[in-house]
């Protein structure tokens, strides 16, 4: 009987000991950011500006589990096109604050509209969305046309995502999602890992530093809540009224993406006819950094047709 309880007793406290072994996004850890902070009411958020100070801004907006170093090969490319980049971790990834609450559009509106404010920029933006970073730029460019002046989509969540069991099995599993993600996430996101890192990456050590957060602390609760938040429905209206805000839109593809459908090209023409679509031929998902200079052609052309 006794060897029951300890069974029962460390099951229950699996996810608590993954949590406490993972590293803490504290203080110290966050004195080791390139970078600043802005103290935002919802939470400290880490930023950082690239490119010329009189420059039009770009903001970029990353994905779900990466955080804002997933666009350090194609803010070269921006800053180039004489681009002046925002970009900024999302709460519960990088170095930002890990944020309590459910992560659906709302929360993530919220801490891009708290950022802009706090920087001082107050429109003509050229906002920039990857993966469900893509999802989190539709949602606010619905709210804010005023503030937009492009918008740029690469394999944007919203649309649908390809079919995942085990993934579909912790979103929508309580209590037994929440066991399996604490203490088996970390592992299922560093093995696929360990296929993306055979594909050349012009972000230098990125698998590495991939695998290194996963290590720490919030940021598989993060993915979780997104996943149950923002990730858990197609976001048809948002696109419809970006449709009729008449705000440039253009939406880049990779050829080979097994985690964001093609099928979404065709939804995305459904829903805004006037919508620029580019395939890049064999790009995986991870376009931003295998494809930067694919996708910075596609940004220029998408400048000069418009």
Same mark, same amino acid.
């Given at each position: 009987?006794?060897?029951?309880?300890? +069974?029962?007793?460390?099951?229950?406290?699996?996810?608590?000991?993954?949590h406490?072994?993972?590293?803490?996004?504290?203080?110290?850890?966050?004195?080791l950011?390139?970078?600043?902070?802005?103290?935002?009411?919802s939470?400290?958020?880490?930023?950082?500006?690239?490119?010329?100070?009189?420059?039009?801004?770009?903001?970029?907006?990353?994905?779900?589990?990466?955080?804002?170093?997933?666009?350090?090969?194609?803010?070269?490319?921006?800053?180039?096109?004489?681009?002046?980049?925002?970009? #900024?971790?999302?709460?519960?990834?990088?170095?930002?604050?890990?944020?309590?609450?459910?992560?659906?559009?709302? +929360?993530?509106?919220?801490?891009?509209?708290?950022?802009?404010?706090?920087?001082?920029?107050?429109?003509?933006?050229?906002?920039?969305? #990857?993966?469900?970073?893509?999802?989190?730029?539709?949602?606010?460019?619905?709210?804010h046309?005023?503030?937009?002046?492009?918008?740029?989509?690469?394999?944007?969540?919203?649309?649908?995502?390809a079919p995942?069991?085990?993934?579909?099995?912790i979103?929508?599993?309580?209590? +037994?999602?929440?066991?399996?993600?604490?203490? +088996?996430?970390?592992?299922?996101?560093?093995?696929?890992?360990k296929?993306?890192?055979?594909?050349?990456?012009?972000?230098?050590?990125? #698998?590495?530093?991939q695998t290194?957060?996963?290590?720490?602390?919030?940021?598989?609760?993060?993915?979780?809540?997104?996943?149950?938040?923002?990730?858990?429905?197609?976001?048809?209206?948002?696109?419809?009224?970006?449709?009729?805000?008449?705000?440039?839109?253009?939406?880049?593809?990779?050829?080979?993406?097994?985690?964001?459908?093609?099928?979404?090209?065709?939804?995305?023409?459904?829903?805004?006819?006037?919508?620029?679509?580019?395939?890049?031929?064999?790009?995986?998902?991870?376009l931003? #950094?295998?494809?930067?200079?694919?996708?910075?052609?596609?940004?220029?052309?998408?400048?000069?047709?418009v």
């Open positions: 009987m006794g060897w029951v309880l300890l +069974f029962i007793l460390i099951i229950v406290a699996a996810p608590a000991i993954a406490w072994r993972r590293s803490p996004m504290d203080d110290e850890a966050q004195k950011a390139p970078g600043k902070f802005a103290d935002l009411p939470g400290k958020t880490h930023y950082q500006w690239n490119g010329p100070l009189n420059g039009p801004v770009a903001v970029c907006v990353h994905g779900l589990t990466t955080p804002s170093y997933v666009w350090d090969a194609l803010v070269q490319g921006l800053n180039r096109m004489g681009y002046r980049v925002l970009t #900024y971790d999302l709460y519960g990834r990088g170095y930002s604050d890990r944020v309590a609450g459910r992560q659906d559009a709302e +929360f993530f509106n919220r801490q891009l509209e708290e950022l802009l404010e706090d920087q001082g920029v107050d429109g003509g933006i050229m906002l920039l969305g #990857y993966s469900m970073g893509g999802a989190i730029a539709t949602c606010y460019g619905a709210k046309p005023d503030m937009l002046e492009r918008l740029i989509l690469l394999a944007p969540a919203g649309l649908g995502i995942n069991r085990l993934h579909s099995f979103t929508k599993t309580p209590l +037994f999602g929440d066991w399996l993600m604490m203490v +088996f996430g970390g592992w299922v996101l560093r093995n696929g890992l296929s993306d890192a055979k594909t050349p990456s012009a972000v230098p050590d990125i #698998y590495a530093m290194a957060d996963t290590y720490v602390r919030g940021l598989l609760p993060a993915v979780l809540s997104s996943r149950r938040g923002l990730l858990a429905n197609t976001l048809d209206r948002e696109h419809k009224t970006l449709a009729n805000s008449g705000i440039p839109v253009e939406a880049i593809w990779g050829e080979a993406d097994t985690v964001i459908p093609i099928s979404g090209l065709g939804k995305l023409a459904e829903l805004n006819r006037s919508t620029r679509q580019t395939m890049i031929p064999n790009a995986p998902h991870s931003t #950094y295998t494809h930067p200079k694919e996708v910075i052609t596609a940004i220029q052309e998408f400048l000069r047709e």
